[in-house]
Structures are given as C-alpha cells and as structure tokens.
C-alpha cells in the first residue's frame, strides 16, 4: 500500500506540473467551480451563512429608520454579524489521523503534514473567513514568549506545577529528560541563539507545505541527519494561524487542528489540553483499529462536560481493517453501544470512513486510484460486481471517475459535512444569531409603533392648522399638556426599569454566594469521603484517587442551580412585561400584540469549562504511585488528600461561579438595554414633537413671518412623509425578521431530536 | 505496594511468557505466529475478555478455569467467557514443542476502562517471567502504554520485548526508519529488544516454513526475528 507521503508529493508535483506555485490554498488560483472533484453540493453552514447575511443587510436598513439612542444597540449588533464565527476543534489521540481528516474535509490533499510519527507539535487555527478578498497574510505563526519558554522549557509548564502539588519536591525524571531533549533539540535546530526569536510573531503571504512544515511538524527528530537546510521552528511555536479565502465553508468557520492526546511525549500532549474549552462544535477522531480505548472515554467525558451536545466521533482508518465496509460497520455499532452506556444522556452522531481514502478521491485526476488500492478495497468499493465474484476483468473496468466517487462517499466526508452543518444550526452562532434576529424584530416593532403614534399627532397638528387661530392654540396647549404627562410618565418608567436592574442584580448575587456554597460543600463532603477511605481501606493496591466522579456531581449541582437562577429570571421577565405592556399601551395608543414580549430565546447553556482543567489529581498510575509512597502512615495520606483535593478545586468553583455570574449578568443587561432602547425612544419622539409645537406656538404669538410658517409647514410635510416611509418599511422589517426567526428555530429543533443513524459511508 | 514475585517455578513447570497490550494490538495473531498455528480466534468480533493460558498438553484441550480451580471444558464459541469474579482464565493445551520450555499467557485488559480487567492483566506481567508488549505500528507507544508499563515490576525490563505489530501498515521504509528510531529512544530503556513484525502476514503462513519463497515471506514479515527472540528469552529462563 503506498502511503499518504506519496500521495502528498505526486499532488504536489501535478500542481507544480499545471504550472501554479505549490502554494495550497491560493483563492484567486482554485475557485469552487474549476475543482475538477468538489461532490458536495451545498457549502457547509449555507443555511446559516445566508440568515447572517440578510441579518446584517437589515441592519443596514433599520439603521436608516431608527432614532439615536438606538443607533449604538445596532453597531454592536451588527459587530457580533461580522465576527461571527463557528470554531470546530478536531480532538483526539495521537496518530489518530486529525491532519489528514482536515486534508480530507477542506479537500487540500497534503495541506496539513503528516508522518508515521506523531507529527502535528502546534495548535493550529485554519480561518475560512469567506470574505472573497486574498487575506493579508495566509499564515501567521506566533513563538513562545521568552517567559512562557522559559515556564515550558525550563519548569516543565504546568505538568510539572501539576506534579509538584501531589508529590512536593518531586521532579518526575521521565519530563527532565524529555525537557532537557527538547531543549537540545531546539538549540541544534535553531543554533544556541535561538532566545532571540522568541516571542516574535511571523507572517508570510503564502502558505507553502515546507513552511507548514517548519512551523507545526513535530519532525523526524530521531534521524541522525537532517535532510534539509530549513530551520525548523515548531519547538518554540505557540500557535500557527492560517488564513483561506476559499474552502468548503460557507459560514465563517475555524478549524483547529490538535497535537493528540496520550502523546508520549508529555510536553505535546500539554498543549492540546489548553485548548479545549473554546469550541462550538468538536470532531473526535477514533482509529477504527483501536476505536474508544480508556483514554478516548475519559478525553470524551471532559469533552461532555463541556459541550453537552456538540460532539460528533469521526471512526478514522476504515481502510485499514480486513473487510473496510463490513468491520467498518461491526466498529461503528461498538462505539455507539459504548457511548449510549457511557452518555445514556447523549446522542453523538458516529460516522465510520477514512481521511485516506478522502484524500484519495481529490487526487483522481493526477494518479491511478487502482493503484494505491488494495483488491479487497477495490471490490467494496467498486460496487455490485454484474459478473459476481473477483473479476480481475470486470474491475479492471471500473472508471476512474466511479472509483473516486465510491472512494468520496465511503471516506464519510459527505456525511462528516452535514453533520456539521446540522449541529452548526443549534451551535452558539445560531443561538447568537436568532438573538439578533429578536433584537432588531424588538426594533422594528418599537420603531413601527412609536412612529404610527407620532403620524397620528402629525396628522392632527396639520389638521389643526387649518383651523382658527383661537383654537389652534389652545389645542397646543392641550398637546403640549398631553406631552409634558407622557415625559412624566416615561421619565418614571426609566426609574423603575432603574430600580428591576437593581433588582435582577441583586438576585444574580445571592444566587452565586449560594451556588459558591452549594459547590463549596459538595468538595468538602467528597475530600472527606475519600480521606475516611484512605484511613479505613487496607487494600494498599489502590492506583489513583478518582476526580472524576467529583467533576460529575459539581457539574450536576452547577447546571441545576444555574438552571434554577435562569428560571427564577425568566419568571420575573414574565412578570414585569405585562406590566410594563399596561404602562406603554396607556402612553401610546395601538400597540399592537407581540409587541414587549418577553425575549424567547432561551438561555444559553452555561458551560462549565473550568472543570476540564486538569487539576493534580487526574495525573496518572506512575505519578500516584510516587504519592503513596510519599506518604507513609495512612492519616498523613487522608491528611494530604483531603488538603489536595479541597486546594485543587476551590479554584476551579471560583471560576465557575464568576462564569455564571457574568452569562446570567449578560442576559440581564441584554434585557435592561433592550428596554431601555425603547424608552429612549419614546423621550426622543416626545422632545421631537415639543420643538414643533414649540415652533407652531411662537408662530401663533407673533414672533414668526410668513418665511418661518412655510417652513414649518414644509418640516411637517417632511416629518409625516419620513414617518409614513419608516412605518411601511418596518412592516416589512417585522415580517422579514419573522421568517428569519421560523427558519432559526426550525433548524435547532432537527438538531435537538434524534437523527436516524447513519448507515456507514458507502453502504 | 504489595509486588508478588514470579509464581514459583514448579517442578516441570517451564517459564511462563506473557503477551501483553491494548485491546486489538495483535496479541492473539502474535501468540499464532510463536506456535506456528492459527489456534487463538483472531476475527474482529472474536475478542475475549479474559486471559488465555497456553500450555503443553499432549492432545487439544480448552477449558475455562473459574475462580475456585475447577476446570470446565468449553470451545472459542462458548456464552459467558467473560470476566467476572468466578472466572479466571480460559486453559488452552496443545501438543507444540515449544510449550515444552514454556508456557504463553495472553494478558487482555490495558486500558479498557474496565479496572477488574486492567488489575488482572497488571498481576499477570507482574507474575510472569518476561513479557512481550504488543503495541500497533500505527499508533505506537502511547501514554498510556508506558504508564502501564511503569506499573510494572523493573525487573521485566531486561527480559522483555516491545514487539511492534501490523508492520505492514507503515507506508514505506523510511517510515518504518522513523518509527523504530523514535520507539528506540522512547521506549528503548524499557525493553532488552524491539522488533516490528506483520503479525497476520506471519501468523497466516502458520509457522516456520519451507520453501525459499516462503521462507523469504517468513523473514519480511519479522516472524523469523520474534520466534528467535523468545526462544533466546526462554534460553534464558531455563539455567
């Protein structure tokens, strides 16, 4: 079988063949269209990408209706439309095959390096930005500050720190030496100088694979030569950022590329775990050979912790098992027994395939797809053979064409892309989105309704006009009477609004000191618990102390009480907006139903991130083992475990309180801003009107001229002309919002029910 | 940390070698290839959740032990091989040579998630005179394999082999380069000998051939190297 190393050079040539740079991901060279195998035929997240885009073509529009104090609520808006952006973290353990599956998804063959050896060193960050313009710079790589070098190479980072608190005073030798390796390592890569480059930041306009190369790839470090002259930098790289123009993204997205876990090599598998809390959706790749081993499940139970829903298990290497498609199945029906019983609560979507054989099916038009197939492969994937049987003849016949088709659909790409795309429409971004939606729906509707109101004085003031003198005046009098009360009564419902975010904050803060007590407690019953343990087990053949359970109960106990403060703002919320629907119907005459109504979009889920941080505790059997011998009588073991315990996750609790307070803290001024918007537009409506009356009555005393009554005549013409404008274009704002809103919302719930399980790719 | 010492050598009781290793890293096709007959079931749904004994016996036997000593006859298709407290290990007995100067324990269970499992297959290595780790080319020497292997007595060190399986699923020769220069150096301290061997390729020609062709495929797939290396590991056991 030939390998992806051959695959990636004989690409490389034919691009260099047509003539092009070896540059990979030039967007002005490949357009969608000229991709001679591009099968996919909607873009991933087109749904999505199209409600931003006419969400922020509103914004635009409303922009031209609005008045001033809500002009800011828009911008800000219209900020979030812009940087909009999903991040999709693709996770899992080392030589997975994570570099090869983005190949395989953003279809650029050989993009991302890949070797026998775990070869991905560095965090990477591939940005599909979708603006058709060629980004400034295709690829930025960030060093290590000389501190965090310093922290990293010299200390050892925070496995070390990690170490240090369950075995003081112990420095493991395995990372000594691994430290002092890549030390040296570094030196003789980048010469004794090498201080000098850190912290630098560096930017190229072309995205090269020998670039890529020196920047992420671990490297054949093992070699006794080196086989080129090129500095190789990923040692002190702290993050590589790539930027694409062009790619199978409809929406915004971020990929992110990770060195794997249960990396022997303990300072890379540091890396990644840095990593994980920023996501909105996560691919975790498997080998189909050794598919959901120990460290899968507990790398997938942080991953539960932070992302309830949001995780699909990518079977990789499908190719390699005996009978690909058959075993390939018997793997998936196994993964997915295991997580039903591991995550009873969960439904992750399992897709089986392989990223070579994706990778393959882009490179039909420059090799022979035969042969780098092996028979077996080349029967299950050539379909129903006519003749039955192996045929050498009848496979011989086998188009090219269908075997990259075959080889596509089997890679499980296609079915990798509209999962995406489905759980892209209940992601953080859809949430974001429909939030907008509500927003500028709130506008629009405050918008058409103050403006209805003013036209109808407009009307009545020219009407007025009309009449005597006499009487004109006195129904000035009477108007401005009417405003003066209206500006009482509005200034007052400012107070009041005032005084329910006092209220609301005053809620989220006793809500937080219980929850901090609640988590407080839950940690000292369980310190205890394991301390009284240690004291009375006599089975001294106990590997480690188990956290996890402990994660599982202050995550439980975090949601609930999170849920519990939400629902208690929600109850309010639906309390005070009738109340408040009484207080603005009364000052404005017509307001129609829907109109105030308490935001419906639910909360977003608080995620509960800081309980993936890695405390000492989740070191592994051989670090433990050095904490039982350090402690030798059984009440100093109790003693310094329920002090560990306790000191490793105080932190933690405080993180997750200050995480609720500011998500619950957020919706509150949300909900403040929002209505504070609308009475700001009131005032500003009120004060519009006071300056014409204003105008009108010094008319009336004499202090005007004919010039200044046919101007104000004109301002009124004007005004009422503006007015009827905004009414009519804020009809249509409602019922565009309205759609938008319909589509959102249907998109999240096919999400939320259970998908029918997808059959293995190809099958 | 209570550390048991190797199970006393009985009179006649020749050394005992276990094959050890994650879940689906060859140990079952390896134990084929060192008894040059396909014995052990290695299918991919055929994985067997307990330790398999495999010792001389002058015609086929197979038995599963339970926890209280008794020896019930069973085959390969039979319900209930699973772990569980009165279940010990399945007994296979063939008529082999080899068995004759020791005895091959297949430790299933590292890094199950099932610790019952994972405890049985420490105290198997722990017990047994050497071990041969399996741990797949592809993904080789993970984390969790050295922490496993920490666990285990130091002793072990110097007579074990870290035997690296599915070969023939590296790419090319320079990868195959790359990799045994990285396990020399992570693993390298850990074991008295690494050799990389295409365990279903050797397992499928069933043993020490003949012909100069087949002979020729025995040696490519490393079959040759791993049958040397534990017969000089029993040479060495056997004073």
């Known amino acids: ?763 | 940390m209570a550390v048991r010492s190797p199970e006393p050598a009985r009179r006649g009781s020749p050394p005992c070698i276990a094959v050890a290793g994650e879940a689906r890293s060859g140990k079952s096709s390896l134990i084929n290839v060192l008894l040059g007959s396909s014995v052990l079931p290695t299918g991919f749904n055929d994985h067997i959740p307990l330790p398999v004994l495999v010792s001389y016996a002058s015609r086929l036997s197979l038995s599963l032990e339970l926890s209280n000593g008794r020896r019930v006859p069973t085959d390969w298709l039979a319900t209930g091989l699973t772990a569980t407290h009165n279940t010990r290990r399945l007994r296979l007995g063939l008529p082999i040579d080899l068995l004759e100067t020791c005895r091959l324990v297949e430790a299933a269970g590292f890094a199950t998630g099932c610790d019952d499992l994972d405890r049985r297959a420490l105290g198997i290595c722990r017990r047994a005179h050497s071990v041969v780790w399996c741990t797949p080319a592809v993904q080789a020497w993970k984390a969790s394999e050295r922490d496993a292997w920490l666990m285990l007595p130091k002793r072990l060190r110097e007579r074990s082999i870290l035997a690296v399986t599915y070969k023939d699923a590296i790419p090319s020769e320079r990868d195959a380069e790359q990799l045994s220069a990285r396990l020399r150096a992570e693993a390298g301290p850990y074991f008295s000998k690494i050799v990389m061997i295409a365990n279903n390729r050797a397992a499928a020609l069933g043993g020490q051939p003949d012909g100069p062709n087949t002979k020729h495929l025995w040696q490519a797939s490393g079959g040759a190297e791993i049958c040397a290396a534990v017969r000089a590991l029993i040479a060495e056991a056997r004073p």
């Not at chain 1, 000594?176 to 930017?203: I, V």
């Not at chain 1, 190369?213 to 470090?221: F, L, M, P, T």
């Not at chain 1, 006195?474 to 009041?496: D, G, M, N, V």
């Open chain 1, 1 to 763: 079988m030939i390998g992806l190393d051959e695959v990636r050079k004989s690409a490389l040539d034919a691009e260099r063949m047509r003539g092009d740079s070896p540059q990979l991901q030039d967007g002005a060279k490949a357009s969608c269209g000229e991709r001679p195998f591009r099968w996919r035929k909607d873009p991933i997240g087109a749904s999505l990408e199209d409600v931003r885009a006419r969400l922020s073509s509103l914004a635009t529009k409303l922009h031209e209706h609005v008045d001033e104090p809500t002009v800011p609520l828009l911008h800000e808006a219209q900020r979030q439309l812009e940087q909009a952006c999903c991040r999709i973290g693709v996770v899992g353990q080392v030589k997975a095959g994570k570099s090869t599956f983005i190949n395989a998804l953003v279809e650029q063959p050989g993009l991302l390096p890949s070797n026998i050896n775990p070869s991905t060193a560095v965090v990477t960050l591939l940005n599909f930005r979708h603006s058709k313009a060629v980004p400034e710079c295709a690829a930025v790589f960030r060093l290590f500050s000389p501190d965090e070098w310093q922290d990293l190479a010299e200390g050892g980072g925070n496995l070390r720190k990690l170490t240090e608190r369950l075995v003081p005073g112990f420095r493991p030798e395995l990372l000594r030496a691994q430290l002092e390796f890549m030390r040296k390592r570094a030196e003789r890569r980048l010469g004794p100088d090498f201080h000098e480059l850190l912290g630098q930041c560096h930017c190229f306009k072309q995205t090269t694979p020998e670039l890529l190369s020196d920047y992420i790839s671990a490297g054949s470090d093992y070699e006794a030569t080196s086989t080129s002259e090129r500095r190789r930098l990923s040692d002190i790289t702290r993050t590589a950022e790539l930027f694409f123009s062009d790619g199978p993204f409809a929406f915004p997205v971020t990929l992110i590329d990770t060195p794997g876990n249960n990396d022997a090599f303990l300072v890379r598998d540091e890396v990644t775990r840095r990593t994980l809390d920023s996501p909105d959706i996560f691919i975790f790749v498997l080998s189909a050979l050794q598919p959901l081993s120990a460290a899968d499940l507990s790398m997938l139970r942080l991953l539960n912790g932070l992302h309830k829903d949001r995780i699909i298990v990518f079977i990789n290497r499908a190719d390699q098992l005996a009978d690909p498609l058959g075993d390939g199945l018997t793997v998936k029906s196994a993964v997915e027994r295991r997580l039903r019983l591991e995550f009873p609560t969960l439904d992750i979507p399992v897709i089986a395939g392989s990223s070579w054989w994706g990778n393959l099916s882009l490179l039909a038009d420059h090799i022979d797809l035969r042969a780098h197939l092996k028979p077996s492969d080349l029967i299950a994937l050539g379909g129903p053979n006519p003749s039955g049987g192996e045929d050498r003849h009848a496979l011989a016949s086998v188009s090219q064409l269908h075997l990259s088709h075959a080889l596509h659909e089997s890679s499980g790409m296609p079915q990798v892309a509209a999962t995406v795309t489905r759980m892209m429409g209940s992601s953080g971004t859809a949430v974001l989105l429909r939030q907008i939606a509500a927003c500028f729906l709130e506008i629009a509707r405050s918008t058409a309704i103050l403006t209805k109101a003013e036209l109808k004085s407009l009307e009545k003031h020219q009407e007025v006009r009309r009449l005597e003198a006499m009487t004109v005046s006195s129904k000035i009098a009477e108007e401005q009477q009417s405003l003066r009360l209206a500006e009482e009564r509005t200034t007052a419902l400012q107070a009041t609004f005032k005084q329910i975010d006092a209220h609301f904050s005053e809620l989220i803060a006793t809500g937080t000191e219980a929850l901090r007590n609640d988590l407080g407690q839950i940690v000292h019953d369980f310190s205890n618990q394991q301390a009284e343990l240690v004291l009375l087990s006599r089975d001294h053949r106990r590997n480690k102390v188990d956290v996890m359970p402990l994660r599982g109960r202050l995550e439980g106990a975090y949601l609930a009480s999170c849920g519990q403060m939400a629902s208690d703002l929600k109850c309010i919320e639906g309390f005070l907006y009738p109340q408040l629907q009484v207080i603005v119907g009364n000052l404005l005459s017509n307001s129609p139903a829907g109109f105030l109504e308490p935001p419906r979009a639910p909360l977003q889920l608080l995620p509960s991130a800081p309980l993936s941080v890695a405390v000492a505790l989740d070191l592994g059997e051989p670090w433990w083992r050095l904490w039982f011998a350090a402690n030798p009588s059984s009440q100093q073991k109790a003693d310094h475990l329920r002090k560990l315990i306790e000191d490793e996750f105080t932190p933690l609790i405080e993180e997750l309180v200050s995480l609720a307070q500011i998500r619950l803290t957020e919706r509150v001024d949300y909900t403040v801003q929002r209505l504070n918007a609308i009475v700001d537009g009131m005032l500003t409506g009120i004060e519009r009107r006071k300056v014409l009356l204003a105008a009108e009555y010094s008319l009336l005393t004499g202090d005007g001229d004919e010039r200044s009554s046919t101007k104000l005549e004109n301002e009124l013409a004007e005004r009422v002309h503006a007015c009827s404008e905004t009414c009519a274009a804020c009809a249509l704002f409602v019922e565009e919002l309205t759609q938008i809103i319909e589509i959102l919302e249907t998109s999240a719930a096919q999400t939320d029910c259970p998908q029918p399980t997808m059959e293995l790719a190809g099958t």
